[in-house]
């Protein structure tokens, strides 16, 4: 069950950073390279650390929190 939310989640935020035209690849639920990457210049754009890292910021910052 722990796997599945965390597929979900990883889901919903690659379907964000998609609508957004960031390169995440496949919106598939996998928390790849490319997401990290995607994720990371979504942060960096919007002035938080840029980790490439799931964090409750990130969350809000995409509207899934």
Same mark, same amino acid.
């Not at 599945?4 to 690849?25: C, H, N, P, W």
């Not at 639920?29 to 409750?56: S, W």
């Given at each position: #069950?722990?796997? !599945? *939310?965390?597929? @979900?989640?990883?889901? @919903?935020? %690659?379907?964000? @950073? /998609? /609508? ?9 639920? #996998?928390?790849?390279?490319? &997401? #990290?990457?995607a994720l990371a210049h979504f %942060?960096?754009?919007?002035? !938080?650390? #840029? &980790? ?5 910021? &990130? !969350? /809000? *910052? !995409?509207? @899934?929190?």
């Amino acid at each position: #069950a722990v796997e !599945l *939310a965390e597929s @979900l989640r990883v889901f @919903l935020i %690659q379907e964000q @950073l /998609k /609508k957004r035209d960031y390169d995440i690849g496949s919106v598939d639920g #996998a928390f790849g390279p490319r &997401t #990290a990457e995607a994720l990371a210049h979504f %942060q960096r754009e919007n002035e !938080l650390p #840029a &980790t490439g890292e799931i964090n409750v910021e &990130t !969350l /809000k *910052a !995409l509207h @899934l929190h």
